[in-house]
């Protein structure tokens, strides 16, 4: 039953990751990420995560897909089209992202075939209360991992300062060349 | 654990089955008619330019952005609020001997960090709302009096209008008299 | 005689079975109730009779209503996405209706010699935040079913729908944390239980009085997260017709129509849960489970009747303003509220001087507020008067 749920879930989250790339709308692409980040929730908490599957339909299923979302809205979509037919191609990019892929994908084969990485032996039975009692969590991150949690809090101020910063410069030229229009 | 989520499973099938049951039993239940007029875009019986796909203001970006910021810390702080009361308990003794009151402080300066993030955007005005607003400020009259015609600006106006006017001012002069 | 045909002892997944099906159909007939209470309160409230022709008192209305969503014509526009149209309403409706399956409606239900567990379907260790990441996604739905109609009005609704409930939930979650604090587990039954009088360590006082901010916080986030009056922009009928789900037709709309009304009654059970004791009795512990439940279902109508209420008494915000109480009122006041908590908790305080605190805290807050009239800034703000000399 599990082998098999695991089975499941891995193979939508893998489908619904190819059709991130393969699908033309971005809006498609971003609902296909989000039944990726889903089905990724399902599998954590398959394994016992339940804190970790939370967090992840919270954090990246709740909010940065909306974020997504907006940023898609903020396109202007009738130019999908055109970016599939920008020069960009002449590239080749997409063959050298298949080549990179299938790469990191040997490399991964490679890994696990010749050893060096090993599932853990000892996982039994999952706990009634999964592996991530929410107190003992709390506790490490408050007490051992106590400075990369604060840098996590320093790093989220200036991811936002930093974004906002860029997209207000779009903003304040794009609205001077506005507001010199009535003037002239 | 395992168990919990089951139940859940056979929860979330059995709204699907209620779900799907209806929408099947609608297909085949409801009219089928090709009447292309009820397939327009609603417009108020205007028809439709052009697509609705626009391009949404960057503000809406903004939110998002200060949404995704704020969703992390509130998924920091339900460890947090946990870890507060374990360590009272003495629980947590286990863990990091002691830490309630470290873990409030470190609570206290991650929630400060971040509405450092908020006050940011509140002082540089992205929260407010009404910003592509081009034209210049509105100014509401200092005092409501300068809506009311005067005397004064009656007798500058033209011949045409002003009859009445004349009559008005004359009535005033005349009560004013009186 | 019956117990001859029956099993002793009814196996585990028929228990499971018979939960999630009378469950969710008390969910579905909650929500068909709750429409003709909202033409009915509505008829009250406007001094008119309301529905009144189908069935003793026009009861059997949502039935009639059912069967003519089933019978509608179904509507697909023109230049309309088909895949993602067809999607929204099972999105939409979807989280509304997983968040029940975490509330605790009463305790051990037993019902002649069998014990068939607590009365909800499951009751997990991390259930709030089980609720935190549902509600997150509600907003799906929502943007695909404006998105996908390629109608401008959708759109327009979906987007200004979009961005209340992203706003408001951050104020929603920060007052349930403040809940959990004092509770000290996530655990939706554990909440309930820690409110009793019976509980161990316990003072019996309901979160509402303990928690006046996070308790008001949470009925405002509350109905901007619903999307219901005084908040109703995303189909506030003036000027956006349906708002997103202008061109849905038939059991679609039906469908997005039984996701807003599940929403609310989600919504009333979480404030009943987190803030009103669950199925507490005042001042009887061991009450019968029936009694719990009624008790329980009690208090999520007067919450419910607060929704139909507040529509008829107050008018509709400007967008704005909306966004402005969202982001520079509530969520400061959240985040105070939960740092004055936190330190009540951790210092060990009785839990009974949280309120005069978090109003203490407040106090320098509000003025500071009512100085600065809000009203006049968000029309005038900073960044238009930089715009306006500019120009």
Same mark, same amino acid.
């Given at each position: ?9 891995? =193979? ?27 089905? =990724? ?8 995560? /339940? ?39 002449? $590239? ?29 032996? @000892? *996982? ?13 969590? +709390?506790? $490490?991150?408050? @007490? ?32 001077? !060349? ?5 003037? /002239? | ?26 297909? !085949? ?59 009272? =308990? ?23 960090? $971040? ?11 992205? $929260? ?18 300068? #809506? ?31 | ?13 028929? *228990? ?38 189908? +069935? ?26 088909? =895949? ?78 979009? %961005? ?34 019976? #509980? ?10 303990? /928690? ?74 061991? #009450? ?12 999520? %109508? ?33 985040? !105070? ?21 978090? !109003? ?32």
């Amino acid at each position: 039953m599990e082998q098999f749920l695991f089975f499941l879930l891995s =193979l939508s989250a893998i489908a619904f990751a190819v059709g991130v790339v393969v699908v033309k709308s971005p809006m498609k692409s971003v609902l296909s990420l989000l039944g990726s980040f889903v089905a =990724l929730a399902m599998i954590y908490l398959l394994i016992g995560f /339940q804190f970790l599957a939370a967090a992840q339909l919270l954090v990246y299923a709740g909010a940065i897909m909306v974020l997504f979302l907006f940023v898609v809205m903020l396109l202007n979509l009738s130019d999908v089209n055109a970016v599939f037919d920008a020069p960009i191609r002449v $590239l080749g990019q997409k063959r050298i992202a298949i080549a990179a892929s299938a790469a990191a994908l040997i490399g991964m084969i490679a890994l696990f075939a010749g050893g060096s990485v090993q599932a853990s032996e @000892s *996982v039994g039975a999952i706990p009634a209360e999964g592996y991530d009692q929410i107190e003992y969590l +709390g506790a $490490l991150i408050f @007490s051992r991992y106590m400075i990369p949690f604060q840098a996590s809090a320093l790093l989220l101020l200036a991811t936002m300062i930093g974004v906002l910063v860029l997209a207000k410069r779009r903003r304040d030229s794009a609205s001077d !060349v506005n507001s010199e229009e009535p003037a /002239q | 654990m395992y168990f919990d989520y089951l139940t859940v499973l056979i929860f979330a099938s059995v709204g699907l089955v209620f779900v799907f049951a209806n929408l099947i039993i609608a297909s !085949v239940l409801r009219p089928k008619r090709t009447v292309t007029e009820g397939l327009e875009i609603y417009e108020c019986g205007e028809e439709t330019i052009g697509e609705a796909w626009v391009r949404f203001d960057i503000r809406y970006y903004t939110v998002a952005l200060v949404y995704v910021i704020f969703a992390v810390e509130i998924a920091f702080l339900f460890p947090w609020a946990i870890v507060l009361r374990e360590s009272l =308990l003495g629980e947590g003794a286990a863990a990091g001997l002691g830490i309630g009151v470290f873990a409030l402080v470190e609570g206290f300066v991650f929630i400060a960090i $971040l509405f450092l993030g908020l006050a940011y955007v509140w002082v540089k005005g992205d $929260l407010d709302w009404v910003l592509t607003y081009s034209a210049p400020a509105y100014q509401p009259p200092t005092s409501r009096m300068r #809506a009311i015609p005067t005397v004064d600006t009656l007798e500058g106006d033209s011949e045409d209008d002003s009859e009445d006017a004349a009559e008005d001012t004359s009535t005033d002069e005349s009560e004013d008299a009186a | 005689m019956m117990d001859d045909i029956l099993p002793a002892e009814l196996p585990l997944f028929a *228990v499971w079975v018979i939960k999630a099906v009378v469950i969710f159909g008390s969910l579905i007939s909650a929500a068909g109730i709750t429409t003709l209470a909202e033409r009915k309160v509505s008829a009250w409230i406007q001094y008119r009779i309301g529905p009144n022709r189908v +069935g003793p008192f026009g009861l059997l209305q949502p039935l009639a209503d059912g069967v003519k969503f089933i019978f509608k014509e179904e509507l697909v526009p023109d230049g309309a996405n088909r =895949l993602m149209f067809r999607l929204a309403p099972m999105i939409t409706a979807a989280p509304a209706m997983m968040c029940i399956a975490v509330i605790p409606f009463a305790g051990e239900v037993v019902i002649g010699n069998y014990n068939l567990g607590n009365l909800s379907i499951t009751d997990l260790s991390v259930s709030v935040l089980y609720v935190g990441a549902l509600t997150g996604l509600g907003i799906y739905g929502i943007i695909l079913g404006g998105w996908s109609s390629n109608s401008k009005f959708s759109l327009m609704g979906a987007m200004r729908a979009s %961005a209340q409930m992203v706003s408001y939930e951050l104020t929603l979650l920060l007052a349930i944390l403040s809940v959990v604090l004092l509770a000290g587990s996530l655990d939706l039954r554990a909440i309930a239980e820690s409110q009793a009088s019976s #509980a161990e360590g316990g003072i019996g006082v309901w979160n509402m009085f303990l /928690q006046p901010v996070a308790f008001v916080l949470f009925i405002i986030a509350m109905f901007a997260e619903t999307n219901r009056h005084p908040f109703d922009f995303a189909e506030c009928e003036p000027e956006l017709v349906g708002g997103f789900h202008t061109e849905y037709s038939s059991m679609k709309f039906a469908l997005f129509f039984l996701g807003e009304y599940c929403a609310i009654i989600v919504m009333c059970c979480l404030v009943t849960t987190f803030f009103l004791g669950g199925y507490d009795v005042p001042f009887w512990d061991s #009450a019968p489970w029936f009694i719990q439940l009624a008790s329980f279902v009690a208090k999520a %109508a007067c919450f419910i009747f607060l929704f139909l209420w507040v529509r008829w008494t107050l008018p509709r915000f400007r967008y704005d303003q909306l966004m402005g109480l969202g982001w520079k009122v509530m969520l400061p006041l959240a985040l !105070v509220n939960v740092t004055v908590t936190g330190a009540v908790v951790s210092f060990g305080w009785s839990p009974l001087i949280t309120p005069v605190l978090a !109003v203490a805290a407040l106090i320098p807050g509000v003025i500071l507020f009512a100085r600065s009239n809000p009203g006049e800034a968000s029309l005038t703000g900073h960044a238009l008067s930089e715009e306006g000399s500019a120009s």
